[in-house]
Structures are given as C-alpha cells and as structure tokens.
C-alpha cells in the first residue's frame, strides 16, 4: 500500500462458522448470527433485530461469501479488512479459518492486516451470565514468540497484506497486556528484517492512556497509534486534567465508569449516536495517532439489559461523522494516511458496515460519498 492518499481499513470479524469451542460454550451450530437472529426491543422505538440484508445470514466457509465481501467493499471505497486474530499460546488459536481460506483463494483482490485480539474470553463479555473465564490469553516468551511469527509469516509474504514501508501492518488489542513487550517488539521486528521486511508496522488499538505509549521512547518509536478506548464511556472532560477541578472530575469519572462495567451494570447505556460522535476520537494528540470511527452500535443483541446502545444511528449521520474525522486528518496530514472504522460486520454489537435490512447499502454509500470527496 504506496502513496500518501487516505485509506480507509475496517475490522473484519470471523466469527460465522461453527467451531467445537462455541459448541461447548453456547451450543451446537453456535456463530454470531445466533444472538443476532434472537434480539429483542428493550425500549420503545428500540429496533431491534438488526438483520443483514443481501448477504444474508452467511457462512464464511462458503468461498463465494468472502469473495462478495471483498468485492462490495472495495466498490464502496474500503481499502483492507484487518482480521481479528486470536492467538492464546501454546498454539492456541480460535476462529482462524476464514483468513486461511481468504490466503488460498486469488479470486479475493482485497489487501488485508491482521489485529492481534490478546485477550482472554470470559462469559460475561460474550453475551453469558456468568464471569467465568472460557479461553485465557497466555504469553510463552521467545518461544511462543517465534511460533506466532512463523504462523503469520505466509500472510506478510502475500502481496495483498498491507505494508507501510516494507513492513507489515500489525495491529495489538490489548499491548499493555503483554508483559515482556519489549522481547516481543524487538524479535518480531528482527524476525521481519530477515524475512527482508523493513520491520513491522505496529498498531496499538487500546491503551488506558495514550501517556503510557508517549513515555516509552522505544515503544512509542515504533507504534503507530489507533486509540478508539474512548468509545468506551468517556467524554470530553470539562477542566484541565491537573487543576483542582479537574482532578474531582477524573475521581467522579472514575466512580460513574465502574457502575458502567458490563458486570454491574443492570439497564442499557443509551446515547444519541449524533451528538456522542460529535467529539470522538477526531483530535491528533501526537504525530502518530491514527482515529477511528464507528458508523453505529447496539450490542444488545449479545448484552441485553446490559449493553450499550447509540440510538439514532443512521448513514446520513454516519457520513457527517467520517467526513469529519477525514477532515481533520487532512489537516494532520504527518500523521499516518489512514482512518479505522469499526466495523464491517460485527452483527452482535450493532456496529457494520454491510447491507442491512432496513438501510441496505446506505452505510456503504457513504463510505464512498466520502471517499469520492477525495479524489
């Protein structure tokens, strides 16, 4: 991927076949279409089931799904999908098949990444009751280090993973949770110099603060920086963050966002999508930050009373929200040329980018309203 234009790179996720896992955790044949075909209203004027349109209820071992995937993105103006990757250690991994069909098959053109996904599962984030965990996310060192690189390397190798300067684009989930980030850094980044890479493109995609990548000079050296943690329940702050005021802002921050936790909560978290938008995640705190943005959301499907919902979603509103974060980068144009958008299709939190039920290609449309503005 060359040349200084915007990209625009979207979430991909792979959770729609059946694997022995979810069989065991929710039931035979579970994926995500089933939440999503179950979900109920929770208020007036709350819509819900939020069904696919001309997709349909897919399965991604069907070859022709993800070539039409491929083929609908790139004409809406997406540049990559970047697959979220679950590696747990020792060999572990979840949900892998789509992206090895994806790397067998020619007839999809579309250039792709991976996310690292390095968190545990547990049932409460899952759409289950209980806190339990069912598959946790382990770090084995150099060893498991290695063995991950080599599992990916095929995928670097491919023309059509993007690379920025020689080097694969590889985005973290979780990068404080490593705890020799250091060693992991340093040996995929040589791993990817002898494959004759220049490196790897690294992305940390959630932070507790940006501060914390800010003074690790080696770290922050390296990382590119998508931090879209705000979508979850912060707002703007009021004061400076070390005045009087602004420290018993952050204290009372603090209280109110852990009667938010997904575990305490008891109702739904309601926020006008519009005006939730109209601040998030659009400044450039430093020269390697990327944004991201999200054209909708409502997890009840998977959550229920304990969800998050951004009503009154819609493309046009959608559109004004892309349109400003493209702005902003225009004029932040040191900053790395590309906007996150998540996501393309995670059904079960009501945040995709794929035809719907009630708006058809509308989110898509915008996507390329926005993208001709471009060119």
């Keep these: 991927m060359s040349g200084n234009k915007i990209k625009f790179l979207t979430y991909y996720l792979p959770q729609y ?52 995937q491929a083929q609908l993105a790139a004409q809406f103006g ?21 992206a090895e069909a994806m790397l067998r098959n020619e007839n999809i053109k579309l250039p792709f990444c991976f996310c690292w996904a390095n968190e545990t599962w547990k049932g409460i984030w899952h759409g289950l009751d209980n806190p339990d965990v069912l598959i946790e996310q382990l770090y084995e060192g150099e060893k498991g280090y290695r063995a991950y690189f080599d599992y990916l390397l095929p995928f670097f190798k491919d023309e059509r993973y993007i690379k920025v300067a020689n080097k694969p684009m590889f985005h973290i989930y979780r990068i404080e949770d490593i705890p020799d980030l250091d060693l992991f850094l340093k040996l995929f980044n040589t791993l990817a110099i002898n494959e004759g890479f220049g490196g790897v493109y690294f992305i940390s995609t959630l932070v507790s603060s940006v501060d914390v990548l800010l003074n690790n000079t080696s770290i922050y050296g390296q990382i590119g920086m998508d931090v879209f943690h705000k979508m979850r329940y912060e707002k703007k702050s009021l004061f400076k963050p070390r005045s009087f005021l602004g420290k018993v802002e952050n204290k009372l921050k603090q209280k109110l966002t852990a009667s938010y936790k997904i575990g305490v909560r008891k109702k739904p978290l309601i926020f006008d999508y519009k005006k939730g938008v109209s601040t998030f995640n659009i400044n450039f705190p430093n020269p390697k930050y990327i944004s991201c943005v999200f054209p909708n959301w409502d997890n009840s499907a998977r959550s229920g009373k304990k969800s998050l919902i951004f009503k009154n979603a819609n493309p046009t509103a959608w559109q004004e929200h892309l349109q400003v974060a493209v702005n902003q980068l225009i004029k932040n144009n040191n900053n790395p040329q590309f906007i996150m958008i998540k996501s393309w299709n995670e059904w079960a939190e009501g945040n995709y980018l794929e035809p719907d039920a009630k708006y058809g290609l509308e989110w898509l449309e915008a996507v390329k309203k926005v993208k001709e503005k471009l060119n």
């Design 78 to 98: 997406i540049d990559g999908f970047v697959y979220y990757q679950y590696w747990f250690g020792n060999g572990k991994m979840l949900l892998e098949k789509p």
């Design 17 to 68: 076949h059946p694997i022995p896992e979810n069989d065991l955790w929710w039931g035979k044949g579970f994926t995500e279409w089933t939440n999503v075909t179950k979900a109920k209203p929770l208020f007036k004027g709350h819509y819900q089931p939020i069904l696919p349109g001309e997709l349909g209820l897919y399965d991604l071992r069907v070859p022709d799904t993800q070539e039409k």
